[in-house]
């Protein structure tokens, strides 16, 4: 007769919720769910459960246990548990993105030298099986490059402000709806994706990546305006994470905002849900979408983990996952050349378009299209003086060009007054 498996949560929020009701629903054959670990015994929970316990020895150090599923968030003590664990010889199943991204070495290697399996399919995407894939299939083919949308709140809030919704009132509902972080402001600057991709190209190139190297821009100053003249343009804008390598060999890695055309898998992915496109040889394109937070997607791949290492344990097969480095080239994002969108924000009065163009023209800015639309509908007053939006596209340049023209724009002054009022804005295009 096979052992049963016994397992242990630390952590009953909202993804361990989504975990208890799948053992109910599922009751798997032979793995049993032991004990939960919480902080507070008298916390009113919308699950029951039987056996909960403040006492996280109960998980780490319960000779009983087999694996233990870390849900407590954030990395301390989110770290002690999962190396405490490994060290008493428990599998590991995590569906921590903060932890992995910038611990992840130290965890596979502590898991490798006491012979035991790491899960962590839910630490990236939700309900979208892509860690495994990495780990698995796809490590057999040679990869290029990464885009995806890893972050549900942003692509929420900017497919609600497509439809005219304002920035603040989408952010709201996409609180309420439970899909931000604790603080949203980690969604909206790019950082959750951040440390996302970094995982995803860490398994894809096989080198560790940190999340502090990934350039990262933020969807704070998108405006309606913007996403009107993309949607104009034949364009959708989206907060893109990506990991390409570059024909210098080295890997670059950004979060930013960005145009894709209508026609591209990204352009239709909406709401909070998330995708995943990755370019390769020889399977040329893998793409998958699907919700990437919440309470059921998230706990969908925690448990199908759960699943699997108990198949593993079963079978005495071990998982290693193993890298080089630290000591990935990370590209240099300013000598990155890109195609992109500007709005200025242009005073009305005679000139100003002449100056801010002679700004481009010295940056050797090729110009593919211009459009400055008049009327009320289209005036804001800066500083009690009309200006009215410009907007350009271009083609290819250099990142380190493209800032040092935004910023010579921003502090141009003539003896008229300021010709570009506010901060000028500017998003990549993809192609
Ligand atoms: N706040 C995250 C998101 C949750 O919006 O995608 C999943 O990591």
């Not at 032979?30 to 006492?55: C, E, H, P, Q, T």
């Not at 709140?153 to 497919?159: A, C, D, K, V």
């Not at 399977?283 to 998230?298: C, I, L, M, R, S």
């Not at 050797?364 to 009215?388: A, H, P, T, Y």
């Amino acid at each position: 007769m096979e052992k049963d498996v016994n397992v242990a949560i630390i952590g009953f929020g909202t993804v361990g919720s989504g975990l208890v009701k799948l053992f109910e629903k599922n009751r798997p054959r032979g793995i049993n769910l032991k004990v939960i670990i919480v902080k507070n015994l008298n916390k009113k929970r919308k699950v029951a459960f039987s056996n909960l316990s403040s006492d996280v020895k109960e998980a780490i150090e319960n000779q009983g246990i087999d694996i233990v599923v870390e849900l407590a968030g954030g990395c301390n003590p989110a770290l002690e548990y999962i190396l405490s664990s490994i060290k008493n010889g428990k599998h590991v199943v995590t569906a921590n993105k903060a932890v992995i991204s910038e611990h992840g070495m130290e965890i596979f290697s502590a898991a490798e030298r006491h012979n035991v399996n790491i899960g962590f399919e839910g630490a990236v995407a939700g309900a979208i099986p892509i860690i495994n894939p990495l780990l698995e299939q796809l490590s057999f083919g040679e990869i290029r490059s990464i885009t995806g949308i890893l972050n549900g709140t942003t692509n929420f809030i900017l497919t609600r402000m497509s439809e005219g919704m304002d920035y603040s009132t989408a952010l709201k509902i996409a609180q309420e709806k439970g899909f931000a972080e604790a603080d949203p402001a980690f969604d909206v600057s790019g950082k959750d994706a951040a440390q996302k991709i970094s995982i995803l190209a860490s398994l894809a190139f096989r080198k560790w990546i940190r999340p502090e190297d990934v350039h990262c821009e933020g969807i704070t100053e998108i405006t309606p305006t913007d996403i009107g003249y993309a949607k104009d343009l034949g364009y959708a804008v989206k907060l893109l994470a990506s990991a390409k390598k570059t024909s210098a060999g080295d890997i670059s890695m950004k979060v930013n905002p960005a145009l894709i055309r209508n026609d591209h898998h990204l352009a239709k992915v909406n709401e909070e849900f998330n995708a995943i496109l990755i370019e390769g040889t020889p399977f040329d394109e893998y793409f998958n979408v699907g919700k990437g937070a919440g309470e059921g997607p998230t706990a969908f791949s925690v448990y199908y983990d759960v699943l699997k290492i108990a198949d593993m344990i079963r079978s005495k097969k071990t998982r290693k996952i193993i890298f080089d480095g630290p000591g990935t080239k990370i590209a240099d994002h300013k000598k990155v050349r890109t195609e992109g969108y500007l709005r200025l924000y242009l005073s009305h009065f005679p000139g100003a378009l002449y100056n801010a163009l002679g700004v481009l023209v010295r940056h050797k800015w090729n110009v593919k299209s211009s459009i400055q639309r008049g009327g009320m509908d289209n005036e804001v007053i800066f500083d009690g003086v009309k200006c009215l939006p410009n907007i350009i596209t271009h083609e290819p340049l250099e990142f380190g060009t493209i800032q040092q023209t935004l910023q010579e724009l921003e502090s141009l002054e003539t003896d008229k007054g300021k010709p570009v009022h506010g901060k000028p804005f500017y998003m990549r295009i993809e192609n």
